[in-house]
């Protein structure tokens, strides 16, 4: 049965449906090693974990980091119907984020300097364009040695086709997953990454070859979304990095555009292929809001590198043996839940430890994925809680800048009362601010969703809106979008590792949010919910490997 299309007359046409993998024709692509779940840390340690040989890091890290970043994880198949997931998370199975690296020539390793793009069916890489290598080192000179560049892309019409002008969030939720995916990836290595938000939009562009018109069909193009670099870890010695701020080594989170111009000027190999046959309905308002948050300023900023002891790991937490990388492949999002599991309160306060950035702390000493942003956090959660055991049914708030409650308690309903969570550890700013049954105001908040009332708790994302639209500019508005999607894949994990399921929650009521506690004006906007509980498996469907003899 045909779907209204929102917004507009006419109707959802799944013959629209674009493919969902983008590869350049006319390109060779190399194959990646299939990483085996043994050679990965640890789930709860692998922000820990120490480099591995300087070599055979390099080889592994572009296997593992593309391994976790959206190759398959497994198909599924309901009669003659099959259909691949992915281990990084999207809305509608849809995966509109694509991944590029940017790699040097290293010594004794077969990879020519160059641009390449990940294409997750062959779990391999194609190589866009071959680079000078002297230039490349040039460019990635400021940073460690070894570091490499690593970029996000969107395709919004692969969330546009079926979802209409909301296709724009749900593009930069995704960017957020894939962030976190890319970030924890790398920490199983023992790396480090930091998003270079001092890049003008036009410069990413350049490098990751998406101002290339020529290369892309009508309507299908790809929206550069951000570049990140990443190191090895270990002692930065000035000898590795040339930016300093008196006696503390730093981190650029800038490139050289001068350079990447030069760099664009070679000869690119490939072009897309095409997703749709006919796209029918063009919403123009995701080009005009991509338009307005577009970054035209470029910042020459840096951050001051890891300290000799960095604090990895949030301070409210406990080991799990599960391995890493069989966390990362099971992620699934749950499509009901059953009602009745409880999440015992200790987990949930361990889980609701690991969303913490540790603002207080220096970027790069804050705990892994938060130390991959450059800015203080800007989201916090308004939680509605069913069955969590020790904890009073009810509407919570965790607040992950301490500096920011009085700013939320100014910005909600002044009768509100603040009362800190019996058992919770006073390292954990959260708080109870009604009691009562949520679970029908939550359902209904989340567009008649049974799964945020059936769950063990629910929550609604809080970001600071105007205060930070107007003091950065327009183009942080995909960046509240960004930390929401990091904040959901470590929910979705540390769920995982619960034996629970999780599941992103893209359609809501905002405004019906904020008057529940009273949020004034747009001091605050809701951008994502999520939920949390006991999954419901579907029994109708059969679980096959993602890549055959390949995962032998």
């Given at each position: 049965m045909p779907l209204a299309?929102?917004?507009?007359?006419?109707?959802?046409?799944?013959?629209?449906?674009?493919?969902?993998?983008?590869?350049?024709?006319?390109?060779?692509?190399?194959?990646?090693?299939?990483?085996?779940?043994?050679?990965?840390?640890?789930?709860?340690?692998?922000?820990?974990?120490?480099?591995?040989?300087?070599?055979?890091?390099?080889?592994?890290?572009?296997?593992?980091?593309?391994?976790?970043?959206?190759?398959?994880?497994?198909?599924?198949?309901?009669?003659?119907?099959?259909?691949?997931?992915?281990?990084?998370?999207?809305?509608?199975?849809?995966?509109?984020?694509?991944?590029?690296?940017?790699?040097?020539?290293?010594?004794?390793?077969?990879?020519?300097?160059?641009?390449?793009h990940y294409a997750p069916r062959e779990h391999g890489l194609e190589l866009r364009v071959e680079f000078d290598a002297g230039l490349v080192a040039r460019l990635l000179a400021p940073f460690?040695?070894?570091?490499?560049?690593?970029?996000?892309?969107?395709?919004?019409?692969?969330?546009?086709?079926?979802?209409?002008?909301?296709?724009?969030?749900?593009?930069?939720?995704?960017?957020?997953?894939?962030?976190?995916?890319?970030?924890?990836?790398?920490?199983?290595?023992?790396?480090?990454?930091?998003?270079?938000?001092?890049?003008?939009?036009?410069?990413?562009?350049?490098?990751?070859?998406?101002?290339?018109?020529?290369?892309?069909?009508?309507?299908?193009?790809?929206?550069?979304?951000?570049?990140?670099?990443?190191?090895?870890?270990?002692?930065?010695?000035?000898?590795?990095?040339?930016?300093?701020?008196?006696?503390?080594t730093e981190i650029p989170l800038f490139l050289d555009a001068e350079l990447i111009q030069s760099l664009a000027a070679?000869?690119?190999?490939?072009?897309?292929?095409?997703?749709?046959?006919?796209?029918?309905?063009?919403?123009?308002?995701?080009?005009e809001v991509a338009a307005a948050g577009w970054k035209t300023s470029c910042e020459s900023r840096a951050v001051s590198a890891p300290s000799s002891i960095a604090y990895h790991v949030s301070p409210i937490t406990h080991h799990s043996h599960q391995l890493a990388g069989a966390i990362i492949r099971q992620r699934r999002s749950a499509v009901s839940f059953d009602g009745k599991t409880a999440m015992a309160s200790a987990t949930f306060f361990q889980l609701l430890s690991r969303v913490m950035p540790a603002a207080e702390l220096p970027q790069l000493d804050r705990p892994m994925p938060w130390d991959v942003l450059p800015w203080?956090?800007?989201?916090?959660?308004?939680?509605?809680?069913?069955?969590?055991?020790?904890?009073?049914?009810?509407?919570?708030?965790?607040?992950?800048?301490?500096?920011?409650?009085?700013?939320?308690?100014?910005?909600?309903?002044?009768?509100?009362?603040?009362?800190p969570v019996p058992g919770c550890s006073a390292m954990l700013p959260f708080y109870w601010l009604l009691e009562g049954d949520a679970?029908?105001?939550?359902?209904?908040?989340?567009?008649?969703?049974?799964?945020?009332?059936?769950?063990?708790?629910?929550?609604?994302?809080?970001?600071?809106?105007?205060?930070?639209?107007?003091?950065?500019?327009?183009?942080?508005?995909?960046r509240l979008f960004w930390e929401a999607g990091l904040l959901g894949q470590i929910l979705y994990l540390e769920a995982e590792a619960a034996g629970m399921r999780g599941t992103g929650i893209g359609c809501f009521f905002d405004d019906p949010v904020h008057e529940i506690v009273g949020i004034k004006g747009r001091s605050f906007q809701s951008l994502y919910h999520f939920t949390v509980g006991g999954p419901v498996e579907d029994g109708r469907l059969m679980t096959l490997p993602p890549y055959g003899t390949r995962d032998e």
């Open positions: 299309v929102p917004g507009r007359t006419g109707f959802l046409s799944f013959a629209l449906i674009p493919a969902r993998l983008l590869f350049f024709l006319r390109l060779c692509r190399l194959w990646l090693i299939i990483t085996m779940a043994t050679e990965i840390p640890l789930y709860r340690e692998s922000a820990e974990t120490e480099p591995i040989d300087p070599l055979d890091r390099v080889i592994r890290y572009h296997s593992q980091t593309k391994h976790h970043f959206n190759r398959y994880a497994a198909w599924k198949q309901a009669g003659a119907m099959q259909w691949a997931l992915r281990v990084n998370p999207s809305s509608g199975n849809l995966h509109p984020t694509e991944g590029y690296l940017v790699l040097p020539q290293m010594e004794g390793l077969d990879l020519k300097a160059g641009l390449y460690p040695a070894q570091s490499f560049l690593f970029g996000l892309t969107s395709i919004h019409w692969r969330e546009a086709w079926k979802y209409g002008e909301r296709a724009f969030r749900y593009c930069n939720h995704d960017v957020g997953h894939a962030m976190g995916t890319a970030r924890i990836a790398a920490a199983t290595l023992g790396w480090n990454m930091a998003l270079l938000d001092g890049v003008a939009q036009d410069t990413v562009a350049a490098l990751l070859g998406t101002d290339r018109a020529e290369d892309f069909h009508d309507g299908e193009s790809e929206h550069p979304d951000c570049l990140a670099v990443v190191w090895p870890s270990g002692d930065v010695t000035g000898e590795t990095v040339d930016v300093k701020h008196g006696e503390s070679g000869t690119w190999r490939g072009s897309a292929n095409r997703l749709s046959g006919e796209h029918g309905v063009h919403w123009d308002i995701i080009d203080q956090p800007a989201i916090h959660l308004l939680l509605f809680v069913h069955r969590v055991e020790g904890l009073t049914p009810g509407l919570y708030v965790l607040v992950r800048d301490r500096e920011k409650l009085l700013l939320l308690q100014q910005s909600m309903n002044e009768e509100l009362i603040w009362t679970k029908k105001a939550a359902v209904q908040l989340s567009c008649h969703q049974d799964i945020a009332g059936d769950s063990a708790f629910s929550l609604g994302m809080l970001a600071e809106f105007e205060g930070r639209l107007r003091e950065g500019g327009a183009w942080w508005y995909p």
